[in-house]
């Protein structure tokens, strides 16, 4: 069984955004307000993190998380990574040094954000985040779990979804999920999948773009997330389908 938490469910702009005072970003509904998009699975006393998101520190403290074993990343914008150096004092609190994965076009670019991570000199401050970069090249085991990387795009560019035992996946900021990742989709038990707004987006998939999908695959049961401040939680969830839910930040599900 897999536990999963949705730590954040926002865009890069989070919601509130800086200096906006719409109807959402002055909402009392604590659904409404929304931290970057990053979720916690755990499956026994294993883990695992999808993005370190910017706001990371914030979500760990919230839900008083002292440990995280992997970090899976989608992709390496800001957004996405940018908390990686506040796992500082967890991995302080390890054994061993916290595991990253990513693809090596999106590690490159964690490695030219983060070279101190990667290369750490014998004297720095207070330290460093203690990390194990992996490279993602093809299919691989997390304890017992089987997690398939899929290619998604993201606009023009190829991001990371993952596919957990063939019965959970996650995607976020996809705009276009190419033929042969849809292939591995059909009938999942939970799909995780981004929906950025009403309005047409060129690099995420709209609130209809994602219905289309997810009518086309068929999961028992799906989580909108990466939701911007275009988006009212209830107005939403009024609208969607049976088996179909707008996550918010603290949500948590078995899988």
Not at 47 to 55: R, Y
Not at 75 to 86: E, F, N, Q, S, V
């Amino acid at each position: 069984m897999f536990n999963l938490l949705f730590l954040g469910t926002g865009t890069s702009g989070g919601v509130p955004e800086a200096g906006c005072d719409c109807s959402v970003c002055s909402s009392k509904n604590s659904k409404d307000k929304r931290l970057r998009t990053s979720v916690l699975l755990r499956t026994g006393d294993c883990s695992i993190l999808i993005d370190s998101s910017i706001d990371v520190r914030q979500q760990l403290l919230t839900y008083g998380i002292k440990n995280i074993d992997y970090v899976l990343y989608t992709h390496a914008h800001a957004d996405h990574i940018l908390g990686l150096g506040d796992l500082r004092h967890i991995s302080f609190l390890r054994k061993d040094p916290i595991t990253i994965l990513a693809r090596q076009q999106h590690m490159k670019e964690i490695k030219n954000i983060f070279y101190y991570l990667f290369s750490p000199p014998r004297q720095i401050g207070g330290g460093v985040t203690r990390i194990t970069p992996k490279i993602i090249t093809r299919p691989f085991r997390i304890n017992n779990i089987t997690v398939c990387p899929l290619d998604i795009r993201h606009g023009i560019l190829k991001i990371t979804g993952f596919l957990f035992d063939n019965r959970f996946a996650y995607i976020t900021d996809a705009s276009h999920i190419p033929e042969k990742s849809m292939q591995k989709l059909y009938n999942l038990d939970v799909l995780i999948l981004n929906a950025l707004r009403y309005k047409k987006h060129g690099t995420h998939f709209t609130v209809d773009e994602a219905l289309s999908v997810i009518h086309t695959l068929k999961p028992k049961r799906t989580y909108l997330v990466h939701m911007t401040h275009n988006i009212r939680h209830h107005i939403l969830q009024k609208s969607l389908p049976k088996n179909v839910f707008a996550a918010y930040d603290g949500l948590t599900i078995s899988i």
